[in-house]
């Protein structure tokens, strides 16, 4: 009975989740206009409407990276930032959240609206994301969110030699075509923990491909049991917790709670956690320092 129970609200998950996508990537791509062109020293940042969306790409032909809804931005239009949410079942009352790789500023501006006592750190390498995040997604900086332009290797030791805690912590610095080596290795990940709280959860949104039990067997070497979900356009949302994560089951639980506040975000437990489950046990080399083919790896990806 608890098998088909799970079943139904997967099925029922996915079914939104599929509507949601569709209308976005319908308003999305089909008339998209850009209005805005900018080349820093890294990328060539796109901005983009289409039919009430507008979305941030780098390139003509990347991904998108971003995409708010222009007549309610409180609404998360990309299926893969409702996987990030998921960490929020697993730590409901965060007092400090970092998030590294901004975008368009839509996750930490969802967290600042969610938890107006928190506070939030956002850091990005590329000052021109932070900029245009300002300038065209709401992206609005504050004495509860502060923005960064550095590294995000660099920006974690900092706090970590500050003494700097975090109870979430949101990686979302990679796409479908570069990852940040330096960024996928034990030895990051191990900087990432040593900065975590008691209970604290981090949520990485990655892409499933020939690069993902690397990936897996990555942050298996330092957190252990981690769990994973795979989401729309092949992204992969894993979750991991500095204690462990709590039971699948008690986050369905317990998910009432979160999905009252979680409301003007449209995001639901019946959206994200269905999907949810423990990663198997990776049997390959961790990638490090010394070990770091990722973008090798995700080239075969494609």
């Known amino acids: 009975m608890h098998d088909l129970v799970r079943r139904i609200a997967k099925l029922a998950g996915w079914l939104v989740a599929?509507?949601?996508?569709?209308?976005?990537?319908?308003?999305?791509?089909?008339?998209?206009?850009?209005?805005?062109?900018?080349?820093?020293?890294?990328r060539n940042i796109m901005v983009s409407e289409g039919?009430?969306?507008?979305?941030?790409?780098?390139g003509r032909f990347s991904g998108r990276q971003s995409c708010i809804q222009l007549a309610d931005p409180q609404i998360l239009v990309q299926p893969y930032t409702w996987?990030?949410?998921?960490?929020?079942?697993?730590?409901?009352?965060?007092?400090?959240?970092?998030?590294?790789?901004?975008?368009?500023?839509?996750?930490?501006?969802?967290?600042?609206?969610?938890?107006?006592?928190?506070?939030?750190?956002?850091?990005?390498?590329?000052?021109?994301?932070l900029n245009v995040a300002e300038r065209y997604f709401g992206f609005t900086p504050d004495d509860h969110l502060h923005a960064y332009a550095d590294?995000?290797?660099?920006?974690?030791r900092k706090q970590g030699r500050v003494g700097v805690r975090y109870d979430v912590i949101i990686i979302d610095a990679f796409d479908q075509d570069y990852i940040p080596e330096h960024l996928l290795t034990v030895e990051f990940l191990a900087q990432v923990k040593s900065i975590m709280a008691p209970r604290s959860v981090l949520a990485a949104n990655?892409?499933?491909?020939?690069?993902?039990?690397?990936?897996?067997?990555?942050?298996?070497?330092?957190?252990?049991?981690?769990?994973?979900?795979?989401?729309?356009?092949?992204n992969r949302i894993i979750l991991a917790g500095r204690d462990g994560l709590p039971s699948i089951a008690s986050l369905i639980a317990t998910a009432h709670v979160l999905d009252a506040r979680l409301a003007p975000t449209k995001v639901t437990a019946a959206a994200v956690l269905p999907g949810l489950a423990v990663a198997p046990r990776s049997?390959?080399?961790?990638?490090?320092d010394q070990f770091?083919?990722?973008?090798?790896?995700?080239?075969y990806t494609h």
Do not use: W
């Not at 020939?210 to 092949?234: H, K, R, S």
């Open 283 to 288: 049997s390959v080399q961790p990638l490090t």
């Open 83 to 129: 996987g990030m949410l998921s960490a929020l079942y697993a730590q409901p009352e965060p007092r400090r959240i970092l998030v590294i790789g901004l975008g368009g500023g839509v996750l930490p501006m969802a967290f600042r609206r969610v938890y107006p006592n928190a506070q939030i750190d956002a850091v990005d390498l590329d000052p021109a994301v």
């Open 292 to 299: 770091s083919p990722a973008n090798l790896l995700l080239k």
């Open 51 to 58: 039919e009430g969306f507008r979305c941030m790409t780098f």
């Open 206 to 234: 990655t892409f499933d491909g020939a690069l993902t039990p690397y990936e897996t067997a990555t942050y298996q070497a330092v957190f252990g049991t981690i769990d994973a979900v795979d989401g729309e356009g092949g």
């Open 18 to 42: 599929f509507a949601v996508s569709v209308s976005a990537q319908a308003t999305t791509f089909h008339t998209p206009h850009v209005i805005d062109q900018e080349m820093s020293l890294y």
């Open 151 to 156: 590294d995000g290797r660099i920006f974690v």
